[in-house]
Every structure is written in C-alpha cells, then in structure tokens.
C-alpha cells in the first residue's frame, strides 16, 4: 500500500510563477524524498530531507518537512515548460536496511508558456 | 555509464502467458529494486537485492511472480500466467549501498517495461 497523498492531484501554472505541492504521510521516516518523472525520461530524484530537518534548498527547489504533521512541501520557484511532470514524494521507514522506498500518489505539474 | 536499462521497454502478452523482463543496473551498484506503478499511481515495492541475494519482498510478489538476480549484476522478473491485473509499468533501480543501512541511498531508476495484459 501507499504510504501518503500528494495535494493537489493536479497543478497548472504559467512559466515563471512558483508551484508549491505538499505529501502528507502516515508512519514514521528516516527521511523523505522527492522525485520527478516525465514519460521521456522516468523517474528522477531530486531532493532527501531527513527527519531531523526542517527545510533544504537545491536550486530552485525548496523543501519542508513537519514530522509533528507528517507533512511536506515542495516548492518550485520560477518554474519552467521543462518542469511539466508528475512529482512524486517517497519515504523510508527508519532502521530499515536497503531502501524500499514507499511512494505517494503524485501530483501532475503542468507548466506552460 | 548510461544508468539503469530495462529491456523490453513495451510487452503485449495474452492473459495465461508467461513474461520475463531484464534490468540492468549502474555497474557499480549492488542494490537492485523492483517497483510496480498503475496508472495514476506512484510505484509500489515489489522486491530487493542485495549482490545476489534477495531480502525483502512485498506481499504485492505473489506466487506467479519471481525474481532472480544470479551474479549480482543485471537481474530479471518473471510473471507466470499473467492476468490482466498484472498490467502495469515495472520500474527498476539501483543503488550504491555501503552502510549496513541504506536509507539515504539515492535509487537511480530505469525507464521500465509497460506491460499489457489482453
């Protein structure tokens, strides 16, 4: 089963403004992850976060964690065509060997010029 | 290196037939993973190797499933009398493991095998 949802199922910006999507969980993490996946090029990662902080920075991206809401956010600032994908976070559970990564459902960015 | 390949990339099979799909991961990395995604979902676990051993399967592996990874390089999924159930993309990854532990291993996936059950 799932770990999580992603909100909003869906998202559609313009180039340029910032797209903001949130994963909540329900157990608890070592870490969360973020990854991208577009029909070109499959699944992609882009950001980890471990339970233990609360915001990380790559590029454009930023990310939150809140482990009191099992929550968090990704934001992608000044967002481009490229972007357009579905965004995925995933978890891990603690004290877990291997990393059997437990994905949510997604949400579909569309960003359009 | 080119990242995780998986071949075939598309699979048409009649419901009751048997299929086998192939991964090979980055060279280097003696993690391989399985995953399972629908359409409109994320990817669910389905096994994982460590070299040549499998550690863990998810209870999504049912009987008519195996997997095997004999020399700990590329690795390959068997679905036996397939059902139209078992439609779906099947996702590969690997990683670099080198604590006991890997949970922040970064997972480089394939581009995965959409198969489709008639």
């Known amino acids: 089963s799932q770990q999580g949802e992603e909100d909003p199922q869906a998202l559609s910006i313009q180039e340029g403004e910032n797209a903001t999507m949130n994963c909540s969980y329900k157990t608890s993490i070592n870490n969360l992850q973020w990854y991208r996946q577009n029909s070109g090029r499959g699944l992609v990662h882009l950001i980890l976060?471990?339970?233990?902080?609360r915001e990380k920075h790559s590029g454009r991206l930023r990310v939150t964690l809140d482990t009191s809401k099992k929550s968090s956010s990704l934001l992608i600032t000044a967002s481009r065509a490229a972007d357009t994908a579905s965004y995925f976070c995933a978890t891990v559970p603690p004290n877990q060997a291997g990393t059997a990564l437990i994905f949510g459902k997604g949400t579909t960015l569309s960003v359009s010029s | 290196d080119t990242g995780v390949s998986q071949n075939p990339r598309h699979k048409i099979t009649k419901r009751g037939q048997n299929v086998t799909f192939r991964c090979d991961p980055i060279?280097?990395?003696?993690?391989l993973y399985w995953y399972r995604q629908t359409l409109g979902q994320g990817p669910e676990f389905l096994t994982y190797?460590?070299?040549?051993?499998?550690?863990?399967k998810s209870r999504l592996l049912s009987d008519r499933f195996s997997a095997e990874r004999p020399k700990g390089s590329f690795s390959t999924l068997e679905i036996q009398r397939t059902e139209q159930g078992d439609s779906a993309m099947y996702l590969c990854?690997?990683?670099?493991?080198?604590?006991?532990?890997?949970?922040?291993?970064?997972?480089?996936f394939g581009p995965g095998t959409r198969l489709l059950v008639l």
């Open positions: 976060i471990r339970s233990n902080e």
């Open positions: 990854a690997s990683s670099l493991g080198i604590r006991a532990t890997g949970t922040e291993e970064t997972q480089y």
């Open positions: 060279s280097e990395h003696n993690r």
């Open positions: 190797f460590q070299n040549e051993a499998q550690l863990e």
